[in-house]
């Protein structure tokens, strides 16, 4: 009898023992087609949204009227959506066998099948050298500092991921560096609370992920990703107090002393509502173990999202800036 392929996650209340998910099959590519649908797929195109970090430094520092600097801040950004994709695919690629038992992970162009292992390699390198070029045509202190977010990325692949802790630290690092990234592609000094700000944000959204992941996972940690037996409830859960608490202090600091102005403390509310608004999603909901889906089909999120841009340069434009 074969064994339901369900994804919805196990309750937390249920005294019975979890599915166990087989390994998944992997299916060639059906056609041309579908082989181009997940070389596209398989860079995971969603992800690139986590780069809007590197717009941080042209805003923030008040060159967004600036076209020069805008090319050299979307060159950069292009330069980190190319090499984060060249690192997803190596990381896809080496957990292939840990996703092909992950309820939705299966789903992964790699581990599927569809795309395979000797494709992903070529496209790998060619995004790797795409992103390079980029990076060096803007500076080669950005090129610099691309290879250390890639460097970042592959050790977590190698070895921290295995490491209880460190895993989520490391993600957060490259956050940091795409940070840094949008202040040195335009020659500008990137602003230490800035920099604080974008560590905390990181660690939160990646303990909210660890705490989505272990409700989703529950009792098949040994089966898919080791890591996670490493965690507990209770342990996430005050990470998340910790986190959370540092993402909207280090924010209203970097208001009233890093910012161009202090007015920008009138974005505070709508920081704050989208973290809180986040930290139930995960903890009534049962989501977060994929940050990037349930904040774009989070409507009050998104509406949240959207009402902070434009009061950050309403601000921005309109309020006096600082002597």
Not at 189 to 203: G, I, Q
Request: charge should be positive; glycine fraction near 6%; include cysteine.
């Amino acid at each position: 009898m074969s064994v339901p392929e369900s994804t919805a996650p196990p309750s937390q209340d249920s005294g019975a023992p979890p599915t166990v998910l087989p390994p998944h099959v992997p299916q060639g590519p059906s056609g041309a087609a579908d082989l181009f649908k997940a070389v596209i797929q398989g860079m995971r195109p969603k992800q690139w949204a986590k780069n809007v970090f590197v717009l941080a430094a042209i805003f923030f520092s008040m060159n967004f009227r600036n076209l020069d600097m805008w090319v050299s801040t979307i060159a950069a950004f292009a330069s980190f959506s190319m090499l984060a994709s060249a690192g997803y695919l190596f990381n896809d690629a080496n957990d292939v066998e840990a996703d092909r038992r992950h309820p939705t992970k299966r789903r992964r162009a790699i581990a599927s099948g569809r795309l395979p292992l000797k494709v992903a390699y070529v496209e790998m390198v060619a995004l790797f050298a795409i992103g390079s070029s980029l990076a060096f045509a803007v500076s080669p202190w950005l090129l610099a500092i691309a290879w250390l977010y890639l460097s970042t990325t592959l050790s977590y692949s190698f070895y921290f991921k295995h490491i209880v802790i460190l895993d989520v630290m490391f993600l957060s690092a490259g956050f940091i560096w795409r940070a840094a990234a949008g202040a040195v592609a335009i020659d500008v000094d990137a602003s230490p609370w800035l920099l604080t700000c974008t560590a905390f944000v990181s660690l939160f959204f990646g303990f909210n992920k660890r705490r989505g992941e272990l409700v989703m996972m529950a009792g098949r940690a040994e089966t898919t990703r080791k890591i996670l037996a490493e965690y507990t409830h209770n342990l996430v859960v005050e990470f998340q107090a910790i986190t959370t608490s540092g993402t909207i202090l280090s924010y209203a600091l970097y208001c009233v002393l890093g910012s161009p102005t202090p007015w920008l403390l009138l974005t505070l509310p709508h920081v704050m509502y989208m973290v809180f608004r986040y930290m139930y999603l995960v903890s009534a909901k049962n989501e977060g173990g994929a940050p990037d889906e349930t904040l774009f089909k989070d409507i009050p999120i998104l509406a949240a999202g959207v009402l902070y841009g434009l009061t950050v340069v309403s601000v921005l434009v309109l309020a006096p800036l600082r002597v």
